[in-house]
């Protein structure tokens, strides 16, 4: 059975914990589009992981973990990332660590022009500073550095000396920047090109010969951060949903049976943008504590509202979506009453249909009776509170979508499957 698993709002839905259970079932995992912007997190007893490339499913032995050729990938945080879990016991290798000779790597030039142009605009966006947006904008206009490129010297060399001449000259002049040596450039990156060397494959070939494995897609960032259909501007370079899976793998053959997507119980967003059901003060300030909403990847708060129906069904539609799963209930725990958007408002004129922008939307809610107990440590969903049943229920048929799973903790355990 192949899955795609997706975010189904501003991302940090609890992909990461979602993709360690499901793994258990499938034998390959798949990073398809965005890059070290990501910061997915696994909690194993008192152990935490974050990985920002390497997909969450190689905390499992056995898995063969792929980063397709859809990724960015900043060599120097993937080489960080592969030693910081061999130091911690986690065996990563040419054997289960793949790597496309398509994707295309994020260099220093990249990071400086995301801060400098994130610095220099009116209308901030509020990226991660990780460089995402510079790199994509190479590879489509055709001047990237792919992996391909990167560990060949002469190649490598020559592309990154081409760019230098290029680049140097608008950092100096449009934004009185001193640039970079190719020299002090080229000689550390050489040596990160050797370490990655052995991972580099063709995929294509690697995926024909492993045609009867399961495969599973880790989507990144979540749908209303992709760069046609989420809340352009203030959204990530790559195309999240998850038809990519495909185009950002090759993975021409796969039907992929199941796309599962994962929304909190409420929802998050980092970064600028427009956001309907956000909440100020004392309430958000519950929702950032309790959550633990800080960025996994940049460490900034993260912005707390209550969650967005009318968004989630536009989600559940994009991805064509068969199971939700629904993390962070436990969170909702201990508020006396919890209220869900069901219908956009502009001024005094009620929305009939899903509008082209979420600017100067007001929400309409409908609140629901807290349930005031703890559901960490109930496993069955039958034992969950009564409340916490028909809200879940509420949401179900609302999105038209049925829910499959509902998370109810960080660690690996306090998960529950709804039959
Ligand atoms: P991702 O980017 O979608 O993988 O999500 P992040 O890892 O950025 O953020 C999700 C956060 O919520 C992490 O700290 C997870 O450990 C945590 N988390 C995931 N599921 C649950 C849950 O059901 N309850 C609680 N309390 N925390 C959760
Ligand atoms: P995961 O996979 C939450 C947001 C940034 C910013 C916008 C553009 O952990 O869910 P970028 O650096 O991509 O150019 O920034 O997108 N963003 C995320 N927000 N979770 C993520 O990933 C994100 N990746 C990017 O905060 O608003
Ligand atoms: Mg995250």
Redesign the pocket.
């Known amino acids: 059975m192949n899955k795609t698993l997706i975010?189904l709002q501003w991302?940090?839905?609890?992909?990461?914990?979602v993709i360690d259970y499901l793994c258990q079932d499938s034998d390959v995992i798949i990073r398809y589009q965005g890059g070290n912007n990501?910061?997915?997190?696994?909690?194993i007893g008192e152990d935490?992981f974050?990985f920002h490339l390497i997909p969450?499913g190689i905390l499992r032995k056995e898995k063969t973990c792929v980063i397709g050729n859809g990724v960015v990938i900043d060599p120097k945080i993937l080489i960080e990332e592969i030693d910081s879990l061999k130091k911690k016991g986690i065996k990563v290798s040419a054997k289960n660590l793949k790597i496309s000779a398509f994707s295309h790597i994020i260099l220093p030039y990249h990071r400086i022009m995301d801060s400098l142009r994130e610095k220099g605009r009116i209308q901030k966006i509020g990226t991660t500073k990780r460089g995402i947006g510079p790199c994509y904008v190479d590879k489509v206009s055709r001047c990237g550095i792919r992996m391909v490129d990167f560990i060949d010297e002469k190649v490598f060399s020559f592309k990154l000396k081409d760019n230098l001449r290029e680049k140097n000259n608008i950092f100096r002049k449009v934004y009185n920047f001193k640039g970079f040596s190719f020299k002090a450039l080229y000689d550390e990156y050489k040596a990160y090109a050797k370490v990655l060397k052995p991972y580099v494959c063709d995929l294509i070939d690697y995926f024909n010969d492993n045609r009867n494995k399961n495969f599973l897609f880790e989507g990144?960032q979540?749908t209303f951060l992709d760069v046609d259909f989420g809340t352009y501007p203030f959204v990530t370079s790559s195309s999240v949903i998850s038809k990519n899976a495909i185009l950002g793998s090759g993975l021409s053959f796969v039907k992929t049976k199941k796309t599962i997507g994962?929304a909190k119980a409420y929802i998050t967003r980092v970064g600028e943008g427009p956001f309907p059901t956000e909440l100020t003060g004392k309430l958000e300030n519950s929702f950032r504590q309790l959550?633990?909403e800080f960025?996994?990847?940049t460490g900034r708060p993260r912005r707390c509202g209550w969650l967005d129906l009318v968004l989630l069904k536009r989600a559940v539609l994009l991805n064509d979506v068969t199971d939700i799963v629904i993390?962070?209930?436990?969170?909702l725990d201990s508020f006396d009453s919890i209220k869900v958007c069901t219908q956009y408002r502009k001024g005094s004129k009620l929305l009939k249909s899903f509008p082209y922008s979420l600017e100067g939307i007001t929400p309409v809610y409908k609140t629901f009776k807290g349930w005031k107990s703890p559901v960490n440590n109930v496993r069955k969903f039958s034992d969950l509170p009564k409340a916490a049943k028909q809200y879940l229920s509420f949401i179900e048929k609302f999105v038209e979508a049925k829910i499959s799973f509902v998370?109810?903790?960080?660690k690996r355990e306090?998960?529950i499957k709804k039959q």
């Open positions: 975010g991302g940090d839905e609890g992909k990461g914990k990501a910061g997915h997190t696994v909690v935490k974050v969450s990144a979540g994962v959550g633990g960025g996994a990847t993390t962070k209930l436990d969170v998370s109810v903790g960080q306090a998960i």
